[in-house]
């Protein structure tokens, strides 16, 4: 099992350098530089070119990117010249803002989708069926930001029940946590109401009937850990997602998050801040979904074996 | 003695698995003549539908020769294959993954001939497509139908008309009944029987059903796990089997008629995938006459009868 | 008839399906008995009703589209048909199980084989779980696999040793009947062989009823008492396995024998049934074989048949025998 | 088979006779069944129709981004249905406008994931070995960075206007397209009729066009509608962020994040652009639902 485990991990290896060298190349392509922005109008054009020299900006692309990378490994990805403050340091302070919204999103989303699909597929074309499909297709509809905004207008501004803005305590996450969580719900849902009918369909179910299993018995019981694997990877997918996507959640409800700090930092042209910080979500999202994968393994004994022999 | 058409030797067809070396097909040699049927029957796994995808070069066989009409099809180039498929056909097992769920009769039928530029009037190909609708026994009025909109007889039908399309010389039948019911299984198989008359057909007809390879062939190979352990005429194989898996085999099927009741031998043990096969006989483990000797090498097929072969040092009396 | 050691017993049984292209007549009629350590071969091709039979005698026709339209099935004396779905669940299992055809889809992959025989033991009987485990292993080894085999997964089985499992998991609680439908039929010959024999030898030792669902005349000649030939929906043919094979009576089991290759005359040309399977949706108005029948004629083709006790034993379904003198071309053996 | 029979005339016409209807009038007489698609189509031909008329009728200069002050942030009245803006300007003259926006870009950028996701899927799943690794090793590295991260990355990258924004939204989703083509192009290519195209002498060109395109075209389809719908909202989303079309262009996502600073008050600001969104998204996603219900009737068991 630890073979496969560390097999995967070293696998995340080379897709970790290649989103870093993506990252960098793009965010190298933006006109102008660090140097225009911080130099405001005073500076000469050759003191601009003295300071270019200095901070090695003139160097070719490959030598500027090798000079990240090695910063990267070591957790030093360089100060933030618009902000002077070590981008690591900043990432890592907004980092648990993100995790705990991206936890409460994935656990609204599981609690809304996992049963609504269940019962769509259990009970297919019924109303409860054409129901939750449509209240699926709507949360697909629904942009992250608008929801948020209604969130705020219904529940912030008319009732009062909940803060709109900031992340004081628990009570500040709810708002924001349902605006991420039914975005994700409906993808959810559509994915557990398939899995779950492609078992619903398999032979062993029926085999299990004719064993005298109460029907409730054999759907949760029989089928649901058949289906709760490719649910499982979708669940995984939307945590490493929210990780990264939360940034319109973040950015409506001035959540002190990762999502916002990217958001900033591109508005006052903290390339810097921004390579840094995509590249380390990037890693976080691809770390949590590898994990999502082994848990995989734990639920499906087929997987589990052909690793363990 | 007629005109071999078909001529495999040695042929070998080997995967690579995370297991090691899946000898799927080890060495087969056997000739077809021109008009005849051999029938090549064994269990599941034991490389008879390999064989036929080989020969074919549908897969790439991993050695040996296959002479068509005196040629080593492995050694054509890609055109020279492309014009000997001309003459070489094939006819499937599933009719429900063997037809282009998005194409009609009409347009599956006429690929082949399309393919190889046989005809090029529009209207010369309806006509030659009606024409083998009829040989194969289905009605006009399907022309523009959808294979889903047919059963599993009819859509059989389209796969034997699309294998005659080309006028082909010889022609592999993997399994060409075994997904279809009893009844409409007659039909096929006296209708392969009629067209092999009436084009001088050669079949290699594959199948695990030992009555139907019996009742169609001229022919038998038995194989197993990968080898031929007997060759012979129908009748010489089922009057005397002298392989003790084929003895097993045919006693092993269960017979429609109460006055055949014989004693079952029952084989113990299940076939197991050739993997890195060591050099001993391949059904020493299964097999109730099995002696040292047999663990000792892998046995030759050799004539023991005029025209009947055997892989086996110790073939039983017959 | 009615003596005790009649288990089953099936009268008039109607299954039709509703789908959107029209109603399914899946089963028209039939009337079946099942005795104590008897077994019954049900015959036919694709679409003939068998499975639908099996599945209402569980009660495990799905609903929609599945109606049980008329009928009734007695077991124990009273029908199951009026049983509540609790009543139903002690039923299925215990008194009648069932085993299905493809053993690789047939077992849960994510339970071991242990876990799935034990689960049948505890619904039925009140005993601890690792009391059920050790009956599941002897289970195990009454079916021919090693006992300590019963922690691995499905996947670790080849297919003839996961038909075992599943014929253990049917037989754990001793049902009065097993209804196995085409048990043998994914599976190779040799397996196969190996299969039959373990069904014969459980029924010469338990009491059960066996009910033999197949489309293969040789496999009911192996391990069956009597046959039941069905066609659309309806038996058309009943009798003691020499009633049906040596004395022959219906035109479709006819059809039937002679599109099978005769293993004593190789060059003897087949007999195929001409035409096509009946299209369930619109059955023919009179007999459902009178369009592919040689022998049939007008009253055939207006008039239902009615069931006619040719002996004690030996039932046809078939106008044709309203002239005393008919007889059809297969000679009596 | 040189014997020449004489044909009758009457058989040569019978695949003219038995002129069945085509496969695409099978799939829309199974598409008008489904009423929540035929619903889709209708309110999203409408919202086209509208968009075109509204470039005719609607001047750009005069009627959307002329400001007129005194009518500034005006509630919803009968001259301003939707009201107006902090500018004065109405917004369902500018929603109407602005569906030009919504819908091009998402036809665009799903025509570029298509047109790159797709053919990199298709090639993938047909070629496999090395070259299906390649593809598929470098969709994973593209699948790891969040979509609306790599859009956002493109767009600071190469400044914020309607044709990044297409290109960006559209490279953000190619994994994705390249997943199902290849998946498509998977479960067709095992089939025994492939085999059969290539025993009867078929080239790989011919078998791909021929066989595998066609069968593949009902999942990409789907996929590919399906998309246009989520390209909409990511691309409102960057917009939202100030990194999509550039005011004063009357797009759905910047209207919403002009009305975001009004929120207290004008709240109205901010519902009908999002409605307007919803709505647009909806129908397309209900469209996408219909058609793989009516191209594959086997999915809808």
């Given at each position: 099992m630890y073979k496969y485990i560390i097999k995967r991990l070293l696998l995340l290896i080379p897709i970790m350098l290649a989103v870093s060298f993506i990252v960098f190349f793009i965010t190298d392509l933006a006109p102008g530089d660090v140097v225009d922005i911080i130099s405001g109008t005073e500076m000469s054009v050759e003191d601009k070119e003295k300071l270019r020299e200095e901070m090695g900006l003139n160097d070719p692309f490959v030598i500027r990117y090798f000079r990240y990378m090695s910063g990267l490994v070591r957790g030093d990805l360089g100060i933030s010249l618009v902000t002077k403050k070590d981008v690591f340091q900043v990432y890592i302070s907004r980092l648990p803002a993100t995790l705990k919204l991206a936890t409460a999103g994935t656990v609204v989303a599981l609690s809304i989708a996992i049963p609504l699909g269940i019962t769509a597929a259990v009970h297919q074309n019924s109303w409860r069926d054409s129901g939750s499909m449509v209240l699926g297709l709507l949360g697909l509809s629904i942009p992250t930001f608008w929801l948020g905004l209604l969130m705020i207008i219904i529940f912030s501004l008319k009732l009062g029940w909940f803060p709109s803005i900031g992340n004081e305590?628990?009570?500040?996450?709810?708002?924001?946590?349902?605006?991420?969580?039914?975005?994700?719900?409906?993808?959810?849902?559509?994915?557990t109401r398939s899995s779950m009918l492609e078992v619903i369909r398999q032979d062993y179910l029926r085999t299990a009937r004719a064993k005298g299993v109460s029907e409730k018995v054999v759907i949760r019981k029989h089928a649901l850990k058949n289906a709760l694997i490719p649910i499982l990877t979708v669940a995984g997918n939307q945590f490493g997602i929210a990780m990264g996507g939360a940034v319109m959640t973040e950015t409506v409800f001035a959540w002190p998050g990762i999502g916002r700090l990217i958001i900033d930092s591109i508005n006052n042209r903290d390339t810097q801040m921004v390579t840094g910080a995509i590249i380390l979500t990037t890693m976080l999202s691809s770390v949590v979904i590898l994990l999502i994968d082994i848990a995989y393994a734990f639920v499906d004994p087929r997987i589990k074996a052909r690793y363990t022999k | 003695m007629a005109k071999n058409l078909i001529e495999v030797k040695d042929l070998k067809k080997y995967f690579k698995t995370s297991h090691g070396m899946l000898q799927a097909v080890d060495g087969v040699n056997f000739t077809i003549e021109e008009g005849k049927t051999?029938?090549?029957?064994?269990?599941?796994?034991?490389?008879?539908?390999?064989?036929?995808?080989?020969?074919?070069?549908?897969?790439?066989?991993?050695?040996?020769?296959?002479?068509?009409?005196?040629?080593?099809?492995?050694?054509?180039?890609?055109?020279?294959?492309?014009?000997?498929?001309?003459?070489?056909?094939?006819?499937?097992?599933?009719?429900?993954?063997?037809?282009?769920?998005?194409?009609?009769?009409?347009q599956i039928i006429s690929e082949p001939i399309k393919i190889h530029r046989l005809i090029k009037n529009k209207i010369d190909l309806e006509n030659r497509v009606l024409e083998l609708m009829e040989t194969v026994g289905l009605a006009e009025r399907l022309i523009n139908t959808y294979p889903h909109e047919l059963d599993g007889g009819r859509r059989q039908r389209i796969g034997v008309a699309r294998a005659l399309a080309v006028n082909p010389k010889f022609i592999v039948c993997d399994e060409p009944v075994s997904a279809l019911d009893v009844s409409i299984q007659a039909q096929i198989l006296n209708l392969l029987k009629e067209l092999q008359g009436?084009?001088?057909?050669?079949?290699?007809?594959?199948t695990h059903d030992l009555s139907v390879v019996h009742h169609f062939s001229d022919y038998i190979a038995v194989m197993y796990l990968g080898k031929i352990v007997e060759k012979a005429s129908a009748e010489e194989l089922f009057k005397r089997p002298l392989h003790p898996y084929t003895q097993a085999l045919l006693s092993a099927v269960p017979i429609p008629d109460l006055s055949e009741r014989k004693e079952r031998i029952i084989l113990k043990g299940e076939v197991v995938s050739p993997i890195n096969m060591p050099d001993e006989c391949r059904f020493a483990k299964r097999c109730s006459y099995a002696r040292d000797e047999c663990r000792s090498h892998t046995p030759e097929l050799r004539e023991v009868y005029p025209g009947h072969f055997v892989a086996c040092d110790f073939p039983l009396k017959g | 008839m009615k003596d005790n050691d009649l288990i089953i017993n099936i009268e008039n049984l109607i299954v039709h399906y509703e789908t959107e292209e029209g109603t399914v007549r899946a089963v028209n009629g039939i009337d079946l008995k099942m005795k104590k350590k008897r077994s019954i071969g049900l015959v036919g091709e694709t679409g003939a009703g068998k499975t639908t039979t099996a599945l209402a005698m569980l009660r495990l026709i799905p609903d929609p589209p599945g109606v049980i339209k008329n009928g009734v099935i007695v077991l124990n004396g009273e029908n199951i048909l009026d049983k509540s779905v609790k009543e139903m669940e002690n039923i299925r299992g215990k008194d009648i199980s069932m085993i299905f055809q493809d053993p690789m889809t047939a077992l849960n992959p994510v339970f071991t084989v242990g876990e799935q025989i034990a689960e049948s033991i505890m619904l039925h009987e009140d005993v601890s779980k690792k009391e059920a485990y050790e009956r599941a292993k002897e289970l195990l080894e009454m079916v021919g696999i090693s006992g300590n085999r019963a922690n691995e997964y499905p996947h670790q089985f080849s297919g003839g040793m996961r038909q075992r499992a599943i014929i253990a998991i049917a037989l754990a609680c001793q049902p009065k009947v097993l209804i196995a439908d085409e048990p043998t039929t994914a599976l190779d010959v040799t397996i196969q062989a190996q299969v039959l024999e373990l069904i014969n030898d459980l029924m010469e030792k338990h009491e059960t009823a066996l009910l033999m669902i197949t489309h293969d005349l040789g496999v009911v000649a192996e391990v069956c008492d009597e046959v039941a030939v069905m066609y659309a929906g309806r038996i058309v043919e009943k009798g003691s396995l020499e009633d049906v094979f040596n004395r022959t009576k219906h035109p479709y089991t006819e059809g039937?024998?002679?599109?099978?290759?005769?293993?004593?005359?190789?060059?003897?040309?087949l007999k195929p049934i001409p035409g096509l399977m009946p299209d369930p949706t619109n059955l023919p108005i009179g007999c459902a074989f009178s369009p592919r029948c040689p022998y049939a004629n007008d009253i055939c083709r207006e008039q239902k048949p009615v069931p006619r006790w040719i002996s004690s034993t030996h039932m046809v379904e078939c106008s044709a025998y309203d002239d005393p003198s008919f007889h059809i071309a297969r000679r009596e053996k | 088979m040189d014997k020449t029979n004489v044909v009758t005339k009457s058989s040569v016409a019978a695949s003219r006779k038995y002129k069945k209807n085509s496969q695409l009038y099978e799939i829309w007489r199974n598409f008008r069944k489904n009423k929540g698609a035929v619903l889709g189509l209708t309110v999203l031909s409408i919202i086209i129709i509208t968009s075109?008329?509204?470039?005719?009728v609607i001047d750009y200069e005069t009627q959307i981004i002329r400001q007129v002050v005194p009518e500034r942030l005006q509630r919803p009245s009968w001259k301003h249905p939707f009201g107006t803006d902090q500018y004065g300007r109405d917004i369902l003259l500018r929603i109407l406008y602005g569906s030009r926006y919504s819908l091009s870009v998402g036809i665009v950028a799903v025509m570029v994931s298509l047109a790159i996701g797709g053919v990199m899927g298709v090639i993938a799943g047909y070629m496999g070995g090395i070259i299906e690794n390649i593809i598929m090793r470098s969709c994973d590295v593209f699948a790891s960075i969040p979509a609306l991260l790599l859009a956002i990355c493109i767009t600071t990258a190469f400044g914020a206007n309607t044709l990044i924004l297409m290109i960006s939204v559209g490279v953000a989703s190619v994994p994705a397209f390249a997943r199902v083509a290849r998946a498509a192009v998977m479960t067709v290519r095992d089939n025994e009729y492939i085999e059969a195209a290539r025993a009867a002498g078929a080239t790989r060109m011919r078998i791909m066009f021929t066989h595998i395109l066609p069968n593949c075209m009902a999942p990409i389809m789907v996929q590919t509608t399906m998309r246009v719908g989520s390209a909409i909202i990511t691309a409102s989303s960057l917009s939202f962020l100030g990194l999509g079309v550039p005011p004063p262009a009357p797009e759905w996502g910047s209207m919403l994040s002009e009305g975001r600073s009004f929120i207290r008050d004008y709240s109205y600001m901010t519902m009908f652009p999002g409605l307007a969104i919803v709505i647009t998204v909806l129908a397309i996603n209900l469209i996408g639902d219909g058609l793989r219900d009516a191209m594959d009737p086997k999915l809808k068991r």
């Open positions: 305590g628990l009570i500040s996450v709810v708002l924001p946590a349902i605006t991420v969580g039914s975005g994700q719900a409906a993808l959810t849902m559509r994915t | 051999l029938g090549v029957v064994g269990e599941s796994g034991c490389g008879k539908s390999t064989t036929g995808r080989a020969i074919l070069r549908l897969i790439e066989p991993t050695s040996g020769e296959v002479y068509f009409d005196g040629h080593d099809v492995l050694k054509f180039s890609e055109s020279e294959l492309r014009k000997a498929r001309k003459e070489m056909q094939i006819i499937f097992q599933d009719p429900y993954s063997s037809l282009d769920p998005r194409k009609t009769v009409m009436k084009f001088n057909l050669t079949y290699m007809f594959i | 039937l024998f002679n599109s099978l290759p005769n293993i004593k005359d190789r060059k003897a040309k | 075109i008329i509204a470039n005719f």
